[in-house]
């Protein structure tokens, strides 16, 4: 165990790593075979309007991390918005099992 106080800090290379990886994952290789059957030709179009909806959540989030500097993330955005614990536990909860 390294007895060092300083606290590593993640910069942009990782999290955007650690933001394509969530987003992205294992999911695409395993219902692209089911896309294409139901978009067709136009599996790629659908591919690259799921990208802008990624990327829009992604700009969503850099934003309420810079209004709430925390380590809660979206456990913290929640509490903020309804000021109870309860309803932001139960929300992240959902986004973490959903």
Same mark, same amino acid.
């Given at each position: 165990?390294?007895?060092?106080?300083?606290?590593?800090?993640?910069?942009?290379?990782?999290?955007?790593?650690? *933001?394509?990886?969530?987003?992205?994952? #294992?999911?695409?290789? =395993?219902? /692209? @075979? $089911?896309?294409?059957?139901?978009? &067709?030709?136009?599996?790629?179009?659908?591919?690259?309007?799921? *990208?802008?909806?990624?990327?829009?959540? #992604?700009?969503?989030? =850099?934003? /309420? @991390? $810079?209004?709430?500097?925390?380590? &809660?993330?979206?456990?913290?955005?929640?509490?903020?918005?309804?000021?109870?614990?309860?309803?932001?536990?139960?929300?992240?909860?959902?986004? /973490?099992?959903?």
């Amino acid at each position: 165990m390294n007895s060092n106080t300083e606290t590593e800090k993640l910069g942009l290379k990782e999290l955007v790593a650690i *933001g394509v990886g969530g987003m992205v994952g #294992g999911g695409i290789f =395993s219902v /692209l @075979g $089911l896309s294409v059957g139901m978009a &067709g030709h136009a599996a790629p179009l659908a591919f690259a309007i799921g *990208g802008c909806i990624a990327l829009l959540t #992604g700009y969503s989030y =850099s934003k /309420l @991390g $810079l209004a709430f500097r925390s380590d &809660g993330g979206s456990f913290t955005y929640m509490e903020k918005s309804f000021k109870n614990q309860n309803i932001a536990a139960i929300g992240g909860w959902m986004l /973490l099992v959903g």
